[in-house]
């Protein structure tokens, strides 16, 4: 079992930026691939971000893709997203998730998900 722990979240104004991050407990964190999902109000699950278990690869939704950065700490058991630009589209839950195999951004390929953390962009 891995256990996930979102932090970070909170309220920014358009434009600001924020950074969660995600500890991770249990198995051997450097053995998993990591991802950032969001839910938006009203809306379905969607994939932000995910890194590989080296973190030589990385994958982002076109919607982030060069404002948002995922980055991993195998010391320190974390993965990070740092969130630049932000808009009031990005207001959504963040959760972040764990699996063994990289390459695959559907949420069912996920095995571990943390409990989530509240991002609100004001306008």
């Known amino acids: 079992q891995v256990q996930l722990v979102e932090s970070g979240g909170g309220l920014v104004q358009a434009g600001g930026s924020l950074r969660l991050s995600c500890a991770a407990s249990g198995r051997t964190f450097s053995d998993y691939a990591l991802g950032w999902f969001r839910r938006p109000p009203g809306k379905e699950r969607e994939f932000v971000a995910a890194?590989?278990?080296?973190?030589?690869?990385?994958q982002y939704a076109a919607s982030v893709a060069g404002r948002f950065t995922i980055s991993r700490d195998d010391a320190k058991s974390t993965v990070y997203l740092q969130m630049n630009n932000l808009k009031t589209e990005d207001t959504a839950v963040y959760y972040c998730?764990?699996?063994?195999?990289?390459?695959?951004?559907?949420?069912?390929?996920?095995?571990?998900w943390g409990q989530g953390t509240q991002v609100t962009v004001s306008s």
């Open positions: 890194i590989s278990r080296s973190a030589s690869g990385s």
């Open positions: 998730a764990a699996k063994r195999k990289f390459g695959d951004d559907s949420a069912s390929s996920y095995d571990y």
